[in-house]
């Protein structure tokens, strides 16, 4: 946590509510790049995908953005959410590893099913209705533009935006629940 | 999908902005300090003395007290609902509307001779108020839940228990002007309770419904 980044990385977010797109996308990656490092440093044993905690980290940052003042410093507010989305997926884990050992105990099944492990947002927009997943991914993964996207789907802009913004809420609070 | 998909996607839905946290409290405020006064003016209302009772020192204490409750918790759960934010200060704060309590019930206790202490304690309607302070709080503390889930409390249960805190000395307020019972015994007895049962209540919404 350095004086520098903290200096960028306000200014970056200040520039991107006052409407600044660029700014916006320069501050995700540098908030996903300080995650990443705070969340592997973080998990030291398996069992928690470290990048399955930077993404819920980032939408959460994304969907909780208006709990951010101003005129407070930023990196206090990343770190505490990060922290409380990984302590989060630690006890998720406790969880399901305590499923896991009672299947085992009752039935022996084969220890390689415990493994496959897909990403947790693909389920979480997996459980999305197909017209904010058509959305959704067609941004995302196909990198589409949101004039791009209406084309293709028939539909207007603003439709596009509004099932963008109602499907990532969506994973956002689905994130890692989907599972199980 | 990669952490760069994702971030192209977030980054096309940078325009939708929502209200300042800081903002949509005063508003949550507002709006709860509205219900709250519906209910207790459609229900009991203030007693028809209030005017002389303004008057007496210890009918404007009560009002001391449950504002004092009102306005630091309103601070605390401000800072709570904001990830990062210090809470120390907010935190410390809190003592203040007990410790008010403490030092009326002491000088009371002074004031009083001991054969009066009883009466005062049970007071003439300990269970008015312990149903109206519940009853006019739930509306408010179910609109501050609501803003804890529009928030990000990194301590959902603490934010709920203060939220409770907050609904209980909002209603606690209405709840004075009707009140015969101004003794502060009568005060640091039931207010207490009828206050404590919300804030039970708002730590079990926090737990179970502030979820993000």
């Not at chain 1, 390689?112 to 979480?124: F, H, P, W």
């Amino acid at each position: 946590m350095t004086g520098k980044d903290e200096a960028e990385l306000s200014r970056l977010l200040r520039a991107a509510i006052a409407g600044d797109e660029r700014a916006y996308a320069d501050f995700l990656h540098g908030i996903a790049a300080l995650v990443r490092g705070f969340v592997r440093r973080k998990i030291v044993q398996g069992g928690v995908d470290p990048e399955d905690v930077v993404q819920e980290t980032l939408l959460a940052i994304h969907v909780k953005r208006h709990t951010w003042r101003p005129d407070a410093p930023v990196l206090p507010w990343v770190y505490a959410i990060a922290r409380f989305k990984l302590i989060d997926a630690f006890r998720r884990r406790g969880r399901r590893i305590e499923v896991e050992i009672d299947e085992i105990a009752e039935t022996f099944a084969e220890p390689e099913t415990e493994t496959v492990s897909e990403r947790d947002i693909n389920r979480a927009l997996d459980g999305l209705p197909p017209s904010q997943r058509s959305v959704v991914s067609l941004i995302s993964v196909d990198g589409q533009s949101i004039g791009e996207t209406a084309a293709k789907l028939g539909i207007s802009e603003t439709a596009v935006r509004v099932s963008l913004h109602r499907g990532l809420a969506a994973i956002a609070k689905r994130f890692g629940r989907t599972a199980t | 999908m990669r952490t760069e998909d994702l971030i192209k996607a977030l980054d096309a839905d940078a325009r939708d902005e929502a209200m300042p946290m800081g903002k949509a409290w005063w508003l949550a405020v507002g709006v709860a300090m509205v219900i709250a006064a519906a209910v207790f003016f459609a229900t009991i209302g203030p007693r028809p003395d209030i005017m002389p009772a303004m008057h007496t020192m210890r009918f404007m204490s009560k009002f001391v007290f449950t504002l004092t409750l009102a306005v630091s918790a309103f601070a605390l759960i401000r800072a709570l609902s904001m990830p990062g934010a210090s809470t120390r200060r907010a935190m410390a704060r809190m003592i203040a509307a007990p410790l008010l309590v403490v030092l009326a019930v002491v000088l009371e206790l002074f004031v009083v001779p001991e054969a009066d202490w009883g009466k005062r304690l049970i007071g003439s309607n300990m269970m008015i108020c312990m149903s109206f302070i519940p009853l006019i709080g739930i509306g408010p503390l179910a609109i501050f839940l609501g803003m804890l889930r529009y928030g990000a409390p990194t301590r959902p249960v603490l934010a709920g228990a203060v939220a409770g805190l907050l609904a209980g000395g909002l209603a606690a307020t209405f709840y004075a002007a009707h009140c015969f019972d101004d003794s502060p015994l009568f005060v640091a007895t039931w207010y207490t309770v009828a206050i404590a049962f919300l804030t039970a209540l708002g730590a079990l919404g926090g737990r179970f419904f502030v979820r993000w």
